[in-house]
């Protein structure tokens, strides 16, 4: 009798072979339920993150949401602007002072080379290009208002920022001192260089020019509030936050690091802002302008935002070093309004309310496109100092 070696299998087996297979398809089951799952945690975490990161911006669009909705009353407007822009800018400033060693703003103030390199690229550079990029693109006078122009001709010709170029440095861990030098260098050429750039551009003839009123011929009222105010805001707190910082150095540098102080330089910033915003909607010059003037301010804020920061990040990387670059890009590429709406009245005297309201438009709407690019600006250059150190750690 012949044997088949080919037995067919036993039950046990059977079930055996069963189970393995159920296990298994259960566990590519799984994977492929948790794959899904797992992306969109990892969704999440990178939102979480991004909110952690660049909270600074959120919080900048949630303020410029209840702008819109809610105002200051009219009556109180000056009296906010005056509290509001002293109290912040001063807080700014003695906060920058009292977390920047001493030894090393003496060293970044000798370099004297690259204060000169800076401020041409500031003032020169960006109101060259600002005008430019107006010119080219006023070419329907029935589209664009006259006065938009005007204002980002003005803007352009604005020193860096005062306070908010230093924030962003340090966020990129950039060289702080660098942009605190280069704001305070600004801030005193501000005046004088911004008035002579305004009058020459201002001449120029052409159509938008032409609704401008006749620059006025003496600026010592201009020079004698704006060195009264940068005194009382930006030397004097700068000043008393290195006294505080070198007679209590441990104390000042807890509070400073440890317990999160210099947040308060940018709480100080978001209401700044705000306050421009706030000032903005309740005279409803930003509300009642034309949806072709306003996508206009926003492509040309963010064109000029672009251009500035990358003429300056490719003619400073050749020669400076990374940290040094990034403080460069940030001084460039970011303009303060507190010297803009001044100079609108005092250059220009007798123009009417609405074209001064529609002028500021530029320097308002820059701000708020500086803080979100800048903010996004922070990632590429931590991981660009990154891949510098992990360069370094090789070697």
């Known amino acids: ?67 819109s909705q809610k105002q200051v009353p009219k009556q109180q407007q000056e009296i906010k602007n005056k509290i509001v822009q002293n109290l912040t800018v001063a807080i700014i400033f003695f906060v920058n002072g009292s977390t920047l060693p001493t030894n090393v703003l003496l060293q970044t103030i000798r370099r004297w080379k690259t204060h000169i390199f800076v401020q041409i690229m500031c003032f020169l550079l960006a109101s060259s290009t600002a005008v430019t990029v107006v010119t080219a693109t006023a070419t329907n006078p029935a589209l664009i208002d006259p006065a938009v122009l005007n204002g980002f001709v003005l803007l352009g010709c604005l020193p860096t920022a005062f306070s908010f170029n230093t924030l962003m440095t340090r966020k990129a861990q950039g060289n702080a001192a660098l942009t605190i030098t280069q704001s305070v260098i600004g801030s005193v050429l501000g005046p004088l260089v911004s008035t002579v750039l305004i009058q020459l551009y201002s001449s120029i003839p052409s159509w938008y020019t032409q609704t401008l009123p006749k620059a006025a011929a003496g600026y010592g009222a201009v020079f ?19 006294l505080v910082l070198n007679l209590f150095p441990n104390p000042t540098r807890t509070v400073m690091t440890t317990y999160k ?64 670059t990034i403080a460069v890009v940030f001084c460039v590429a970011t303009k303060s309004p507190a010297l803009g709406v001044p100079l609108i009245t005092l250059i220009f005297a007798g123009i009417s309310q609405a074209t001064e309201a529609k002028m500021a438009i530029p320097m308002v709407v820059f701000q708020c496109i500086q803080t979100c690019l800048s903010g996004l600006a922070t990632i590429m250059f931590r991981r660009w100092l990154r891949n510098k150190k992990e360069v370094a750690g090789l070697v």
Request: charged letters at 15%; one cysteine or more; glycine letters at 4%.
């Open 1 to 67: 009798m012949l044997i088949n070696e080919t037995e067919p299998p036993s039950p046990i087996s059977v079930k055996q072979d069963e189970k393995d297979r159920s296990s298994i398809s259960d566990q590519e089951y799984d994977e492929k339920k948790s794959t899904p799952r797992s992306g969109f945690i990892a969704f999440l975490a990178s939102v979480w993150w991004f909110i952690r990161d660049q909270w600074f911006i959120v919080t900048l669009l949630l303020l410029i949401l209840i702008s």
């Open 224 to 242: 004698k509030q704006v060195f009264t105010q940068l005194g009382l805001t930006l030397f004097l707190p700068l000043f008393v936050g290195q």
């Open 261 to 324: 102080g210099c947040r308060f330089a940018s709480f100080a910033l978001l209401v700044l802002i705000w306050s421009a915003y706030d000032g903005a909607f309740e005279t409803g010059t930003l509300s009642n302008m034309k949806s072709t003037n306003i996508v206009f301010i926003v492509f040309i804020s963010i064109a000029l935002y672009l251009l500035w920061a990358a003429i300056a990040l490719l003619a400073s990387m050749f020669w400076l070093s990374k940290e040094d």
